[in-house]
């Protein structure tokens, strides 16, 4: 069981936005604003989207959007395309321990 | 451009050591967190641990026991060995870098080993 909540699948219709949410507690999500989100094709390694609750690396179309409430993340992708079609996972920094990083357990994004 | 190659051996048996090695290429090594991550098949992202170029290190609590990340700056590269091996660490490994400055943020990927563990 993962340590932050995702729902398993989202969907939308190429030019829809969705939006998949990453819940958590106050000891990550909520207390501490170390939110990443990934995407991952089958088959590839994850691609980072966004970092630090809402920021963008380079190269990330600002398509892609993080924000946070309290202890749930979201990440907002508008403009669905295609290719946006894998699945999604969410990173927090985990403050109970010493340094610790837990993962959601992914969310499965269909492009219909 | 920054690039991670990792290897290291793809089957074991129970109770055997895993180890994984990565290297990097094309840009700087130190100044940069290096992060060990596995996902099981079919399943989530699990994190690892991490080093950095002085060895300064943060391992995963549930796998503080087993595990050793180890640098060779002399290299560029990083490793992880995992003791005691089941078939619940059967996973696809993969070292990446940490964004500086950043938490839990990681830009630059390996390809990813596949790692099966069964008698």
């Known amino acids: 069981q993962s340590a932050l909540t995702q729902p398993r699948s989202v969907s939308g219709s190429p030019g829809q936005s969705v939006t998949i949410s990453c819940t958590g507690t106050s000891s990550d999500v909520g207390g501490y604003n170390f939110v990443s989100w990934y995407q991952q094709h089958p088959g590839k390694a994850p691609k980072v989207l966004i970092y630090d609750v809402s920021k963008r690396p380079s190269g990330v179309p600002d398509r892609f959007f993080g924000s946070k409430s309290d202890n749930t993340a979201s990440l907002t992708i508008s403009g669905l395309q295609a290719e946006d079609e894998a699945d999604y996972y969410c990173c927090s920094y985990e403050g109970s321990h010493t340094f610790h990083l837990v993962f959601g357990g992914g969310t499965k994004l269909t492009v219909l | 451009q920054v690039q991670l190659h990792q290897w290291g051996a793809g089957l074991l048996k129970p109770s055997e050591t895993l180890s994984l090695t990565c290297v990097v290429s094309g840009g700087s090594f130190s100044g940069y967190y290096w992060t060990w991550i596995r996902q099981p098949p079919g399943k989530g992202l699990e994190w690892i641990g991490e080093?950095?170029?002085?060895?300064?290190?943060n391992y995963s609590p549930s796998l503080k026991s087993r595990i050793t990340i180890s640098v060779d700056t002399s290299k560029n590269q990083f490793s992880l060995k995992l003791t005691s091996v089941t078939a619940a660490d059967t996973a696809v490994y993969y070292c990446?870098?940490?964004?500086?400055?950043?938490?839990?943020?990681?830009?630059?990927w390996g390809l990813g080993t596949m790692v099966t563990v069964s008698s």
């Open positions: 080093i950095n170029h002085t060895g300064g290190k």
């Open positions: 990446a870098r940490t964004i500086v400055g950043a938490t839990g943020a990681f830009d630059i």
